[in-house]
């Protein structure tokens, strides 16, 4: 064999096996087809979002939107703060891959048997490689339905969306989701008249009413309208703007239109066929270590579904390299946080309420408000919460959840206290730094404790 581990994809999945298998002692490489590295993680997703949002959020804080000649300056220095990041990022990974003995191989890969790959370049020329271990790691895409006319310019998707050169007038958003509502933060808080069409009933439908609630609050504020329980059935151009029509009847207008339903995976090129895999809708069932029909052939990251996030694609190309050479440490972590980068965060580890009382699990709530904490007042943010899911029978924590500020950094104290079996007496008993918003597990932790 050419290399003992061959990964297809340089996303976040990638890398983490990458650099699992080299700690390992052994020969690997990543098949990279992009001229870039870091997928979409890096170049089209996570990392651009992010920094778009902060400055959006930055802007917001400063003042600075109530000077309209101001706004496209804002936004044109939040994409040159976006590549500078991005570039910045891409020499780290770069640096970490070399330094790991990780070969970086250029081209489009597909199947010939299920040890080696074909891999053409750039230039169309082609050539075979072999390994014992196989990663598949191509990520996914924004889905693009044929019916809605995409030109990069007013009807956009989550990738196109971030190469805009001019602040629109009005955006109208399709989809309710973790993409859709991160972009609506962004273009509210850069003072864009900003509308959504959601066919649930709530935001981020599968998220509590009073977690999702502070979010719609601070939407309401930024002026964004929301169409719920709505279906669009049409998306056209009519003079200057984008007609969207529901299936109520509605007619909406807005100069862009951000499509952001759903992502498709990345599998049609690979020959997947050819090995014997099946797809389900394109996208590859896998184990709990990963591992496809074809045992030494694995697929991670945004590859095999939900989550689809970066953190969790990580550590699923960790768990698949080190099953694959016989290591140690093999599971996943049992609790996983989630974040969506809205303005404000939402965060989240274990259960909902939903899944605990689809489980049949017996248990309490307890609140923690930022108004009712010190720091929360000090600074101003006085709509978050932080919201504790204790099992009333062994009073261990089950589920956390927090919206407000940093609740992307807060959620890992809940985390830790659900990996080492915590009870919600061991926040009641632990010290936090006063004056924090990290108190309000305290608080939080307290209002269980009335109702247990």
């Given at each position: 064999?050419?290399?003992?581990i061959?990964i297809?994809?340089?996303?976040?999945a990638?890398?983490h096996?990458?650099?699992?298998?080299?700690?390992?002692?052994?020969?690997?490489?990543?098949?990279?087809?992009?001229p870039s590295?870091?997928?979409?993680?890096?170049?089209?997703?996570?990392?651009?979002?992010?920094?778009?949002?902060?400055?959006?959020?930055?802007?917001?804080?400063s003042?600075?939107m109530?000077?309209?000649l101001?706004r496209?300056?804002?936004?044109?220095?939040?994409m040159?703060?976006?590549e500078?990041?991005?570039?910045?990022?891409?020499?780290?990974?770069l640096?970490?891959?070399?330094?790991?003995?990780?070969a970086?191989?250029?081209?489009?890969?597909s199947?010939?048997?299920a040890?080696?790959?074909?891999?053409?370049?750039?230039?169309g020329a082609?050539?075979?490689?072999?390994?014992?271990?196989?990663?598949l790691?191509?990520?996914?895409?924004?889905?693009r339905?044929?019916?809605?006319?995409?030109?990069k310019?007013?009807?956009?998707d989550?990738?196109s969306?971030?190469?805009?050169?001019?602040?629109?007038?009005?955006?109208?958003?399709v989809?309710?989701?973790?993409?859709?509502?991160?972009?609506?933060?962004?273009?509210a808080?850069?003072?864009?008249?900003v509308?959504?069409?959601d066919?649930?009933?709530q935001?981020?439908?599968?998220?509590?009413?009073?977690v999702?609630?502070?979010?719609?609050d601070?939407?309401?504020?930024?002026?964004?309208?929301?169409?719920?329980?709505q279906?669009?059935?049409?998306i056209?151009?009519?003079?200057?703007?984008?007609?969207?029509?529901?299936?109520?009847?509605?007619?909406?207008?807005?100069?862009?239109?951000?499509?952001?339903?759903?992502?498709?995976?990345?599998?049609?090129?690979?020959?997947?066929?050819?090995?014997?895999?099946?797809?389900?809708?394109?996208w590859?069932?896998?184990?709990?270590?990963?591992?496809?029909?074809?045992?030494h052939?694995y697929?991670?990251?945004?590859?095999?579904?939900?989550?689809?996030?970066?953190?969790?694609?990580?550590?699923?190309?960790?768990v698949?390299?080190?099953?694959?050479?016989?290591?140690?440490?093999q599971a996943?972590?049992?609790?996983?946080?989630?974040?969506?980068?809205?303005?404000p965060?939402?965060s989240?580890?274990g259960?909902?309420?939903?899944?605990a009382?689809?489980?049949?699990?017996?248990?309490?709530?307890g609140?923690?408000?930022?108004?009712?904490?010190?720091?929360?007042?000090?600074?101003g943010?006085?709509?978050?919460?932080?919201k504790l899911?204790?099992?009333?029978?062994?009073?261990?924590?089950?589920?956390?959840h927090?919206?407000?500020?940093?609740?992307?950094?807060?959620?890992?104290t809940?985390?830790?206290?659900?990996?080492?079996?915590?009870?919600?007496?061991?926040?009641?008993a632990?010290?936090f730094?006063?004056?924090?918003?990290?108190?309000?597990y305290?608080?939080?932790?307290?209002d269980?404790?009335?109702?247990?």
């Open positions: 064999m050419d290399y003992d061959l297809i994809g340089s996303g976040p990638g890398q096996a990458a650099w699992q298998a080299a700690s390992m002692g052994k020969r690997a490489a990543i098949i990279e087809r992009k590295i870091g997928g979409a993680g890096l170049q089209t997703g996570t990392i651009p979002s992010k920094t778009l949002r902060e400055a959006a959020y930055m802007a917001s804080r003042g600075v109530n000077m309209p101001a496209h300056g804002v936004l044109a220095d939040a040159r703060r976006k500078m990041v991005i570039g910045q990022q891409e020499s780290v990974i640096k970490r891959l070399m330094k790991s003995g990780v970086l191989i250029p081209g489009d890969a199947f010939i048997d040890h080696t790959l074909a891999v053409m370049d750039h230039k082609s050539r075979h490689l072999s390994a014992d271990v196989i990663v790691a191509t990520g996914s895409r924004p889905c339905p044929t019916d809605v006319p995409f030109d310019k007013t009807v956009l989550s990738t969306i971030l190469k805009l050169k001019r602040l629109p007038k009005s955006l109208l958003v989809g309710g989701g973790v993409i859709a509502c991160e972009f609506v933060s962004i273009f808080a850069l003072g864009v008249e509308s959504v069409v066919s649930h009933a935001l981020l439908a599968y998220l509590s009413e009073d999702v609630g502070v979010l719609a601070s939407f309401a504020q930024m002026g964004v309208s929301l169409h719920m329980q279906r669009v059935v049409a056209c151009k009519e003079d200057e703007q984008i007609l969207v029509r529901l299936e109520s009847g509605k007619k909406l207008y807005a100069e862009t239109v951000l499509y952001a339903l759903g992502r498709q995976p990345n599998t049609e090129w690979l020959n997947i066929a050819q090995v014997g895999i099946t797809l389900d809708q394109g590859i069932s896998v184990n709990d270590k990963f591992q496809s029909c074809v045992p052939i697929a991670v990251g945004d590859l095999v579904g939900r989550p689809a996030l970066a953190s969790t694609g990580m550590e699923q190309g960790r698949a390299v080190l099953h694959a050479f016989g290591g140690s440490g996943m972590p049992a609790n996983l946080p989630m974040a969506i980068y809205t303005i965060e939402i989240w580890v259960k909902t309420e939903k899944e009382q689809r489980d049949h699990i017996d248990y309490v709530i609140h923690g408000y930022y108004s009712d904490s010190a720091r929360g007042q000090i600074i943010e006085s709509n978050g919460l932080v899911l204790v099992d009333k029978q062994s009073h261990r924590l089950i589920g956390a927090i919206a407000g500020k940093h609740a992307s950094e807060l959620i890992h809940g985390q830790l206290l659900m990996n080492f079996n915590g009870t919600v007496h061991d926040l009641v632990n010290a730094n006063y004056p924090t918003l990290a108190e309000c305290k608080l939080a932790a307290l269980c404790l009335s109702h247990l």
